[in-house]
């Protein structure tokens, strides 16, 4: 039998000290970090980048079949995407989190085992946070910070008349990713002695458990020296995510659906 440490057993501040006792500031913008009243952040001259997100069991995950580990990096991974997606680069995060009385210490290391991997993978600093009882399940908040030269972000409202429309990665992978974890859900719970038969599928439901920002290309159009008229961050699928570019933007956009190279934005409405 594993074993079962209750969070109650080392209070909040022990908490705390517990899942950050290993930080190491990877940024000299990180000037102070976990463990005073806030943190103190210097981009030297550069501009800030503020995003936050907020993560519901039963809504946005379901502990069912989501790692733990992997939730701790994709909710990392989901905020410093939208840092990412105004041409900017993510530099510090904080972590707060809701807790029921079904998590364990054990279970909040393996999240947080998450969390870390995620920050040195992007380079990313964890500099606060905080934590609270929660009745209605596992509850996520977190807030990236990011840097960029002054006047390089990218709005979604500043796309032009003749601009292409381009994604940076394919489209729809994660979705059906959950419906076949939703799948195999509903045959474990009907019948609890069957497998799941996720065979073949380790890509969308990669796409689903452990997503990655796509920093590649912010690196690209800094190698390159691109500036970008508009981005954004498509999380909430390509229709929604255009109209958006358009509405704030004041254009509209023409697609084709049996054309797959590129798409081109003109004036007016769809």
């Known amino acids: 039998m594993s074993e079962r440490t209750e969070i109650s057993d080392l209070g909040e501040f022990g908490l705390i000290d517990h899942l950050t ?3 190491e500031l990877q940024n000299a913008s990180s000037l102070l970090g976990v463990g ?36 701790g990096y994709k909710s990392i991974v989901v905020n410093i995407s939208d840092v ?26 393996e999240f947080y085992e998450g969390v870390y991997a995620a920050c040195n993978h992007y380079g990313v600093d964890l500099v606060g946070g905080d934590t609270t009882t929660s009745q209605k399940g596992f509850v996520i908040s977190v807030t990236a910070i ?50 799941p038969d996720l065979e073949g599928e380790t890509y969308v439901v990669g ?31 390509l229709s929604s995510e255009i109209l958006h570019i ?11 659906e049996d054309n797959t190279g590129g798409r081109r934005i003109t004036p007016g409405g769809f």
Do not use: W
């Open 207 to 237: 796409r689903l458990l452990k997503p990655e920002a796509r920093k590649d290309i912010v690196d690209f159009f800094a190698e390159q020296e691109i500036q970008p008229t508009a981005m954004m961050d498509i999380s909430d699928g």
């Open 21 to 23: 006792r290993n930080i």
């Open 84 to 109: 990412y997606a105004m041409n900017a680069t993510p530099t510090q995060v904080t972590v707060s989190l809701g807790l029921s009385n079904r998590i364990s210490l054990e279970a909040l290391d």
């Open 146 to 195: 990011g840097e960029v030269t002054p006047d390089r972000f990218v709005k979604r409202s500043t796309a032009q008349k003749g601009d292409l429309l381009c994604v940076s990665g394919d489209l729809g992978g994660a979705y059906i990713g959950l419906l076949f974890l939703e799948r195999e859900k509903k045959i474990f719970l009907e019948s609890p002695g069957v497998q």
């Open 36 to 71: 005073d009243d806030a943190a103190v952040i210097d981009h030297f001259g550069k501009q800030t980048v503020v995003t936050t997100d907020l993560l519901l069991e039963g809504v946005h995950f379901d502990l069912m079949y989501t790692p733990l580990k992997h939730l």
């Open 246 to 256: 358009c509405k704030q933007s004041n254009l509209g956009c023409v697609l084709y």
